[in-house]
């Protein structure tokens, strides 16, 4: 391939929740991770690979400082909010870190020269998609601040990258679960808003009850239904779009999830399967921002990297988070 050895990463949010697991497993495999993290949403606990950068991405002088002494290879980028209804509060405070910090990366990138990026999007561009599954090229329609601000980010870099200026892998993530299966890092949100994280804490006493958000939608038990991908998986997903970038590949815009829906019964039923606690769930009202549903077409992820899951179970994915919340 002609780079250098080894290949140099940089992984900007590697303190965070999924930052982290890809940051394990780009060391496993052999590539120098830089973890570059202003810990504001993370303890630091899974700081566990990789050399550590106390950076703010708004110190675009810093990283550009980093990135010409470091010359990375690659960078990906986890760094960003995302809290949907805090985003609809606190516009600007998500368009400030997930636009604006964003573009102080890419312009430290451009003024070091580095070229490829990967990027953490979302489903959440997609807003209310028109059918299911979802297809990359679906209208992007975000419904929050949230969604709307990894949409900005995907035109900057599909302008930038139809002007030369870099290549990129857009990363559209769908429902995030999970753990490591070895334990040593997992999720460590203090609040979580997550289903899966919000029933295993229930189920530990964290929480009193479980909220069912809508039991009124036109899905088969009137609970809205998402595509859950295990983190492990997901990450693996990175690094192939990072060894596709290296080798050349154009840029791309991939969807991550199974293709497979699961309601919000379902999340409960299997949680309570899997702790073994029939934890007291009460059926409240819709949480607002909500789509009914929620499901990846994933054939271009897997004809263009050559994605192919291991831990294509819910009840894996749940046991894996339940293993590492019970140690937590
Ligand atoms: N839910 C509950 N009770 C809870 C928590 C969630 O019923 O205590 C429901 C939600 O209403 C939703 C489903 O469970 O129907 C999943 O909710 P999550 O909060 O776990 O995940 P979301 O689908 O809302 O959000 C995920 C990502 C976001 C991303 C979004 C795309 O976390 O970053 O998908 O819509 F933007």
Request: aromatic letters at 10%.
């Amino acid at each position: 391939m002609g780079l250098k050895d080894p290949i140099r990463v940089v992984v900007t949010g590697g303190a965070g929740y999924i930052g982290s697991h890809v940051a394990k497993l780009l060391v496993k495999r052999g590539y120098e991770v830089l973890v570059i993290d202003n810990l504001a949403s993370s303890s630091g606990k899974n700081l566990l690979y990789g050399e550590f950068y106390p950076l703010d991405l708004a110190n675009e002088e810093g990283l550009c400082e980093l990135f010409r002494e470091k010359m990375p290879d690659v960078v990906m980028h986890f760094a960003a909010y995302i809290v949907v209804p805090e985003s609809v509060e606190h516009p600007l405070k998500y368009y400030y870190n997930n636009v604006g910090n964003t573009l102080r990366l890419l312009s430290a990138m451009q003024r070091a020269g580095i070229k490829n990026f990967i990027f953490s999007s979302s489903a959440a561009v997609y807003g209310i998609p028109e059918s299911i599954p979802v297809e990359e090229t679906a209208p992007l329609n975000p419904i929050s601040p949230y969604g709307e601000s990894k949409a900005m980010v995907e035109k900057i870099l599909r302008d930038m990258s139809l002007a030369g200026e870099l290549r990129y892998v857009s990363l559209r993530y769908f429902n995030v679960a999970g753990a490591d299966p070895e334990g040593e890092i997992g999720p460590t949100y203090t609040q979580p808003t997550h289903l899966i994280l919000r029933a295993l804490k229930t189920a530990k006493g964290e929480f009193p009850f479980l909220e069912i958000y809508g039991t009124d939608y036109p899905t088969p038990d009137g609970t809205c239904v998402r595509d859950y991908i295990h983190v492990m998986d997901l990450a693996e997903a990175h690094i192939l779009a990072m060894e596709y970038l290296l080798s050349g590949g154009s840029s791309e815009v991939l969807n991550c999830g199974y293709g497979k829906g699961h309601s919000v019964r379902e999340v409960v039923k299997l949680a309570k399967a899997v702790t073994g606690i029939d934890f007291e769930v009460r059926e409240t009202g819709r949480r607002p921002g909500d789509p009914p549903v929620l499901v990846a077409k994933v054939e271009k992820i897997k004809r263009v990297l050559g994605f192919r899951p291991k831990y294509e179970d819910l009840f894996l994915i749940i046991k894996h988070a339940w293993e590492w919340e019970r140690k937590n």
